[in-house]
C-alpha cells in the first residue's frame, strides 16, 4: 500500500518529549512519516540514501545521529542488520483499530518483520491497540524466548471487549441471503469503583478513590467509542443497500422516507 500524504496530527506540537527534540531530528520524523513505502503497522526499510537525498544540506552521518536521537525518545526504532524501521506511534495515529482493511494490513507488516527489536516493539503497539486481533496478532509474532528485549512477556490487555455487528451484503443476484460482519472493538464501560468494589463501599480504599477520578474522562472516551461503533454500522448497511441513497433515504410517489433494509437481508 502505498503511501501518498503524511499523517501529522496538529497534537505533536503540544507533545513535550517531542518539542524537546532537536530540530533536525523533527523534521526527520517527518520525512519518515512521509515515505511512500510504509506500511499501516508504521514499518519501512531503511534506505540511508535514499534519506539523504531528501535533502540537499543532510548528511548521513546527520541522519544517523537523528536516527538515534528518535530511537532514545522512542519515537522510531531502527535495526541496521536487517535495515527495518518502525514509527511507534503510527498505527494509533491512523486509527488502524478502526478500520478493519487497514488493521489486516498492519497485522501483515507485522508478521514480516525479521528484527527481533522491532518484533517486539511491535507486538507492545498491537496490544496498546485493545483490540482482539491486533493481540492475537501480538502474541504470534513476538517470542519470548528469543527477545533479548523484555522480560519474557508483553501483558496483553485484560479488557478487550469484542463486541459484532451484522448488517446484509448485496445478494449480487444470488436468491439466497449473505451477510458480511464487521467487528469493532471497546473497551468495557468504565465504573467509578475499582474491581474489588464493583459497587462501592464505605471504607477508604485508594483505588476506589483514584476510579472516582479517572470516571469522567474515560467515560467520555467510551461513550464516544460506542457512537463511532453505532455511525459505523449504520453507515455499512447504507452502502450495502441496493434500495437507498447515500444518505439512506427512498424516494417514492414523490415522497421520501428513511430505509430499513430489510429488503435487502432477504434478496
Known amino acids: 500500500m502505498t503511501n501518498s500524504a503524511a499523517l501529522v496530527k496538529e497534537s505533536i506540537w503540544r507533545d513535550k518529549d517531542f518539542r524537546l ?5 523533527q523534521c526527520t520524523y517527518q520525512q519518515l512519516l512521509a515515505q511512500k513505502e510504509i506500511d499501516r ?31 532514545n525518545g522512542r519515537f522510531v526504532f531502527c535495526d541496521m542488520d536487517t535495515d527495518e524501521l518502525f514509527v511507534r506511534s503510527y498505527m494509533r495515529t491512523f486509527n488502524v483499530a478502526k478500520y478493519p482493511q487497514y488493521l489486516a494490513n498492519a497485522i501483515k507488516g507485522a508478521r514480516m518483520v525479521e528484527s527481533l527489536k522491532i518484533r517486539h516493539e511491535v507486538a507492545l503497539e498491537l496490544h496498546r491497540l485493545r483490540v482482539k486481533p491486533a493481540s492475537d496478532a501480538a502474541s504470534e509474532i513476538h517470542d519470548p524466548e528469543r527477545c533479548p528485549h523484555c522480560d519474557g512477556t508483553v501483558p496483553a490487555p485484560t479488557d478487550v471487549v469484542p463486541e459484532r455487528f451484522t448488517v446484509p451484503a448485496p445478494s449480487s443476484g444470488s436468491t439466497s441471503s449473505s451477510e458480511v460482519t464487521l467487528i469493532s472493538t471497546s473497551v468495557g464501560e468504565p465504573a467509578p469503583f475499582c474491581r474489588e468494589h464493583p459497587n462501592g463501599t464505605e471504607k477508604n480504599c485508594f483505588a476506589c478513590g ?53 429488503a435487502v437481508a432477504h434478496a
Open 210 to 262: 483514584q476510579a472516582r477520578r479517572d470516571y469522567p474522562e474515560l467515560k467520555l472516551k467510551w461513550d464516544r467509542r460506542r457512537r463511532e461503533a453505532a455511525a459505523l454500522l449504520k453507515q455499512a448497511a447504507i452502502d450495502n443497500c441496493t434500495l437507498c441513497d447515500e444518505f439512506g433515504d427512498i424516494t417514492f410517489d414523490d415522497s421520501v422516507r428513511k430505509c430499513d433494509h430489510q
Open 41 to 71: 503497522a508504521g514499518l519501512v526499510r531503511l534506505h540511508l540514501r535514499a534519506l539523504v537525498r531528501g535533502c540537499e544540506e543532510l548528511t548521513e552521518d546527520q541522519l544517523l545521529t537523528d536516527l538515534e536521537v528518535l530511537q
Open 21 to 25: 527534540l532537536p530540530r533536525l531530528a
